[in-house]
C-alpha cells in the first residue's frame, strides 16, 4: 500500500501549502505556546484525572471511526463492478483511475 502511496504521489499532500496545512502549523503553535504559558507541564498532576477521562472517550470514537472506515472500504469494493469500471476508465482516459480512488480512499481515512 505504500509503494502505491509513493506511485500516485498521495504524500506531497503533506508538504503542500494548503488552508489545511497551514492552518494545522499555526494551531499546533499556539498550542505550544499556550501550554508554555499557562505552565501546564508544571501542574500536569491537576489535569491528569480529565486527560485520563478525555483520552478514553478519543479512543473510543477512533474505534468507531475504525469501523466506519472499514465499511467504507468494503463499500467502494462493491461498488466498482466491471461496468463502471469501464465508464469510469473511458471519461478519464486513465487505466489507473479507480485504483487512485481507492488509494486516496485509504490514504485519507486509513492514515488518520
Do not use: P
Not at 482516459?93 to 488509494?103: A, F, M, P, Q, R
Amino acid at each position: 500500500m505504500i509503494k502505491k502511496f509513493w506511485e500516485y504521489g498521495k504524500f506531497k499532500e503533506y508538504f503542500a501549502w494548503a488552508f489545511e496545512n497551514i492552518f494545522a502549523l499555526i494551531g499546533t503553535v499556539l498550542l505550544v505556546i499556550a501550554t508554555y504559558y499557562l505552565k501546564i507541564y508544571e501542574d500536569l498532576q491537576n489535569y491528569i484525572s480529565i486527560l485520563d477521562s478525555t483520552f478514553g472517550v478519543i479512543i473510543g470514537a477512533l474505534i468507531g471511526t475504525l469501523a466506519l472506515i472499514f465499511s467504507g472500504i468494503v463499500f467502494w469494493g462493491s461498488l466498482f463492478d466491471k461496468k463502471f469500471r469501464k465508464k469510469i476508465i473511458e471519461y478519464t482516459e486513465d487505466e489507473k483511475t479507480v485504483d487512485k480512488l481507492y488509494i486516496s480512499y485509504l490514504f485519507w481515512h486509513v492514515i488518520f
